[in-house]
């Protein structure tokens, strides 16, 4: 569903690549770029900023999205965008299977999720659970 859409997007375009952050957007990117039947590479953070590496690479005109599994701020799908147009790409679109941004997450083109959802978040200072108390549990994080 997903490659349907981001082909839709990039219309009358070819997309050439996937590309991806890591961790999170590997799998995903993965199965859009086989569906779409094109290459998948994938970025990864060297010293802070989203770099293309393991031999992986972009030509430049080469058209590309960018696919990702939850965009919260859209800063990694943002980071790769950059990334791909520092060499020469041309990033057609970009694709989340979920958006926590309600739609709000800005990554510089079009982007189309599988589901969009409004997530309310809090600050410490006005957290009602903080307030509370209550201590913050990541899910899935042990205790030390």
Same mark, same amino acid.
């Given at each position: 569903?997903?490659? %349907?859409?981001?082909r839709?997007?990039?219309?009358? %375009? ?29 970025? %990864? ?5 989203m ?8 030509e430049?005109? %080469? ?41 709000a ?25 903080c ?14």
């Amino acid at each position: 569903m997903l490659a %349907e859409r981001l082909r839709a997007l990039a219309r009358p %375009e070819s997309i050439g690549a996937v590309a991806s952050p890591a961790i999170g957007g590997l799998i995903i990117g993965h199965e859009v770029a086989r569906a779409l039947g094109v290459r998948f590479i994938f970025a %990864e953070r060297d010293a802070g900023k989203m770099t293309l590496r393991r031999g992986f690479g972009i030509e430049p005109g %080469e058209n590309a999205v960018v696919v990702e599994d939850v965009v919260t701020t859209g800063g990694s799908t943002r980071e790769v965008v950059d990334a791909l147009r520092e060499r020469g790409a041309r990033v057609l679109a970009a694709g989340s299977i979920i958006d926590r941004s309600g739609g709000a997450a800005d990554v510089g083109v079009p982007r189309v999720a599988l589901e969009t959802l409004q997530v309310t978040t809090y600050q410490p200072e006005t957290c009602p659970l903080c307030a509370q108390g209550i201590p913050v549990v990541k899910p899935g994080s042990r205790a030390v």
